[in-house]
Nanobody, 122 residues
Framework: QVQLVESGGGLVQAGGSLILSCAASGRTFNRDAMAWFRQAPGKEREFVAAINWSASTYYADSVKGRFTISRDNAKNTVYLQMNSLKPEDTAVYYC????????????????WGQGTRVTVSS
């Protein structure tokens, strides 16, 4: 069974940092593009960051310079380092996967995790 499991969410003060992890299982993901999306209360799910199989990355403008996505193919894990967190970063963060090239479109990803909640207090 193909599965993505996120962890690392929690409560942090504005200006703080968190590292989210997404562990993949059920098959090898080293040919996949991996992405993070987030959904704030009352809002639609939005793209945050993505990394493709060759480690090229792409970020939403709202997180560029503050968040860093990386992957460890040996561990089948992708990470999201989040620095300088703001209250508007509060959301449930989801990990997603698709073969080969990264996109920022939710519908392009066919494997999703259950999400991990991040709350940033002011």
């Amino acid at each position: 069974q193909v599965q993505l499991v996120e962890s690392g969410g929690g409560l942090v003060q504005a200006g703080g940092s968190l590292i989210l992890s997404c562990a993949a299982s059920g098959r090898t993901f080293n040919r996949d593009a991996m992405a993070w999306f987030r959904q704030a209360p009352g809002k639609e799910r939005e793209f945050v960051a993505a990394i493709n199989w060759s480690a090229s990355t792409y970020y939403a403008d709202s997180v560029k310079g503050r968040f860093t996505i990386s992957r460890d193919n040996a561990k089948n894990t992708v990470y999201l380092q989040m620095n300088s967190l703001k209250p508007e970063d509060t959301a449930v963060y989801y990990c997603a996967a698709r073969l080969w090239t990264l996109t920022i479109t939710i519908e392009d990803y066919d494997t999703w995790g259950q999400g991990t909640r991040v709350t940033v207090s002011s």
